[in-house]
């Protein structure tokens, strides 16, 4: 009862209190770069699904896109939860701020004589924490993000190339976020005119392209996809679920058998193992989650 | 640029450090947060946790002397207000580093199953709990470094094993893994190349043929 009224309260002294427009407004650029897109859009499966395991998942999808070469697909579930939850702790963590203060008043009034000191350490210690573990999320995220960017950059050309390729299985909207795409068509037609006006205008029409793949050296910049990358192998995610790929051993180990087609070698990837591998040849059992890049 | 050029393909070891945080680890608290029954108030005595990376249902059930399981950064940032001591891990104790160091010795060609982040727990640890440890922390720190001398070598002269196509390399701490990257890496790839380049010479030899 007493926290609704102060969620209220809160509600109300937003606009007036200057710590909480710092807060709010840091809340809003967050949002901006992140770009939380629909909040409550995900409430159906919202229920099931416990923050931890979040995190968890959005840990493992950071490594991966720090490590991997190409860009992996935007988890918009995902992020819309891990968004959502961002802006409402930090509404949590401004009501409880004021209503803190209030405690603290009822405290001194009361004023048995209990260790007044102690129980102001035991009020501020939750928030501290709190702070630090919506700061360490707040982390996770940009740094995905900008990791993503990066990459957005860095294969401008070659998405271009895919949003024209209609026969793939992925849309490019299902690769990148909304945001990322707005910024990657703007970021590429800014490019592309620039090239445009200082060079290309005055080279003769023959090497006027910037996406030319015919002659001995493509000019649209792949993914390096057989690349070395480090890699654990997790395994299924549940141990009840068969998983046909998975094959047991004489001794009782599980692995996968895959297949480096440049040499035509068969390699086992025990169950728990720390491989140095091509990413196309684990790039499946990635997307699956079976093998995580660390 | 979005994302500075060193990080990139890789984890600075600050980086390494914020992933082991978040590996759980037992703590004796020293205050109670479990809301007694008797609730003689509606508004209990101090603000309740509501976490967004880790669970709080431990936190808000705190019984002081009774060990609880909380994420790394939890139990440090607890430390550091006086407000709980942490349980080493069992393998942070002299005998059990000791018999880590046998096993090293014995076999040349293969790591100990040390936890995936003991350099990074070993670490924190002595700088911001040395009180709750086993042992004293200096040998501690001594054993710790004779381990870590030890990986180090034979990851020196496993380099040579490096090759074009694959690699195990099993019982690797993440940090290891982490400042070996660069080197195995780059090695490989350019092994790749060259093998690459020798068997299409071949191929085009026997074209010719």
Not at chain 1, 57 to 62: G, P
Not at chain 1, 252 to 275: D, H, K, P
Not at chain 2, 156 to 180: M, Y
Request: aromatic fraction near 6%.
């Amino acid at each position: 009862m007493n926290i609704d009224i102060d969620d209220i309260l809160a509600d109300l002294d937003r606009d007036t209190t200057a710590v909480d427009q710092t807060l709010t407004s840091q809340g809003q650029n967050d949002t901006t770069v992140f770009g939380s897109d629909v909040p409550g859009s995900d409430k159906a499966g919202g229920a099931a699904v416990s923050p931890v395991r979040d995190f968890e998942a959005l840990m493992t999808h950071w490594r991966n896109e720090r490590l991997s070469p190409e860009l992996l697909p935007y988890p918009h579930a995902l992020m819309a939860r891990m968004l959502r939850r961002v802006q409402e702790q930090l509404e949590h963590i401004e009501c409880i701020s004021m209503g803190y203060l209030e405690t603290l008043g009822e405290e001194d009034n009361d004023a048995a004589g209990d260790s007044g000191s102690n129980s102001n350490v035991l009020n501020k210690l939750p928030l501290l924490c709190m702070e630090a573990d919506l700061e360490r999320l707040k982390f996770v995220l940009r740094s995905y993000v900008r990791c993503r960017l990066a990459k957005v950059d860095k294969y401008s050309l070659y998405l271009r190339q895919l949003a024209q390729d209609n026969e793939r299985m992925v849309p490019l909207s299902g690769l990148l976020s909304r945001q990322e795409l707005e910024y990657h068509e703007r970021h590429s037609a800014i490019l592309l005119k620039l090239l445009n006006n200082t060079i290309l205008r005055h080279m003769p029409p023959e090497l006027q392209a910037v996406d030319d793949n015919e002659g001995s050296v493509k000019m649209v910049e792949e993914p390096e996809w057989d690349r070395f990358v480090f890699v654990y192998v997790r395994g299924p995610s549940s141990p009840r679920d068969p998983d046909p790929a998975l094959e047991v051993g004489p001794d009782g180990q599980c692995f996968y058998n895959v297949m480096i087609q440049g040499l035509r070698e068969e390699v086992e990837l025990t169950v728990g193992g720390i491989y140095v591998m091509r990413y196309n040849v684990v790039r499946e059992l990635i997307m699956e989650g079976k093998v995580e890049l660390i | 640029m979005s994302l500075p050029w060193n990080i990139q393909e890789t984890f600075s070891p600050e980086e390494i450090q914020f992933i082991v945080e978040n590996e759980p680890i037992k703590i004796f608290p020293r205050f109670t947060t479990r809301v007694s029954l008797r609730g003689d108030r509606a508004k209990p005595a101090h603000t309740r946790w509501k976490l967004v990376t880790a669970d709080d249902h431990p936190l808000n059930n705190l019984v002081a002397i009774q060990t609880t399981e909380v994420a790394l950064w939890m139990a440090l940032l607890l430390k550091q207000q006086g407000k709980c001591s942490i349980v080493a891990p069992g393998w942070l104790r002299l005998s059990q580093l000791q018999k880590y160091i046998d096993y090293e010795l014995k076999h040349a060609e293969r790591f100990s199953e040390l936890p995936w982040n003991w350099l990074v727990v070993a670490q924190l640890l002595f700088s911001k709990a040395a009180d709750d440890l086993h042992d004293p922390v200096h040998l501690l720190r001594g054993k710790i470094q004779d381990l870590r001398e030890i990986r180090l070598g034979k990851i020196g002269q496993g380099l040579k094993h490096l090759n074009e196509s694959h690699l195990q390399l099993d019982n690797l701490s993440l940090l290891e893994i982490n400042e070996l990257r660069p080197f195995v890496l780059g090695v490989m790839n350019k092994l790749k190349q060259v093998h690459s380049s020798i068997s299409e010479e071949r191929g085009s030899e026997d074209y010719y043929e």
